[in-house]
């Protein structure tokens, strides 16, 4: 079983998302231990790009603000070795293909394996295009995380029977970014992944309130959470940590 299995063992997982470097990394060093002390499971780390697909405004600008001050995926990487000195709960990466194959696909993901990062989430990657990672995820031991979408249809069984680590639920269709409802029926997405692995699922996308985490979780393995988390590091800034883990407090109670 991967680290990042083992997160969902025994109970729901609740999953922040940071942007790495925003607004610079020693900020993002203490919102994550932050979240890590007050419950997350996991944490995705987002690397910035510059036309990151998948992400509202929200995120986008959290992408803008990292990038210009400087950030790189070097930085990040060495950031996360620093991390690995204290922290042992996983870390997944959220980027894009092109950051990935800018690097050096398996320079960048044998490095992943290097410094203890289990999983990688590429959004952008269709699953019927991920052998472009898979084989080299698979032979650094990574887990290269799928995800389906409520337009995924016939394609969940599939998906579901390949993902590693987790799958990744996508809870609505449209961009990253905080939604007063969640109206799709993912008790049915679920229900498929279910017949199909046993690998984990969490929730993502849109998910903001304590209500609303465990609403997903009771019907997932947990709930992930980007854009509400990124509204209090903007609003916050340097001193964003202690309100961010507040937050994880209050997320995790709920779906615990």
Not at 157 to 167: H, Q
């Amino acid at each position: 079983m991967s680290n990042i299995a083992k997160a969902f063992e025994k109970r729901k997982a609740f999953i922040p998302f940071v942007t790495c470097g925003d607004p610079d990394l020693e900020t993002t060093g203490k919102i994550i231990r932050a979240a890590v002390e007050n419950g997350a499971d996991l944490i995705e780390l987002g690397i910035p790009f510059s036309d990151p697909t998948a992400e509202g405004p929200i995120i986008q600008g959290a992408n803008i603000r990292a990038l210009a001050g400087g950030i790189t995926t070097d930085k990040i990487f060495d950031f996360v070795r620093e991390l690995r000195k204290d922290i042992t709960v996983p870390f997944a990466f959220m980027t894009y293909a092109n950051v990935v194959f800018s690097y050096g696909t398996e320079k960048f993901i044998s490095t992943c394996a290097e410094i203890g990062v289990d999983g990688i989430i590429l959004p952008d990657v269709p699953f019927e295009e991920k052998d472009d990672f898979a084989p080299i995820c698979d032979k650094y031991g990574v887990d290269l995380i799928s995800l389906v979408a409520p337009t995924s249809n016939e394609r969940i069984a599939m998906i579901a029977r390949e993902t590693r680590g987790f799958l990744y639920i996508v809870s609505s269709l449209g961009v990253t970014g905080t939604r007063s409802e969640i109206t799709t029926d993912l008790g049915a997405i679920v229900k498929v992944v279910r017949e199909n692995t046993n690998v984990p699922c969490a929730i993502g996308f849109g998910i903001s309130t304590p209500e609303q985490a465990k609403k997903m979780a009771s019907i997932s393995d947990g709930a992930i959470v980007g854009s509400a988390i990124i509204k209090i590091i903007e609003k916050y800034g340097r001193d964003a940590a202690p309100y961010v883990g507040e937050y994880v407090k209050q997320m995790k109670s709920a779906i615990s």
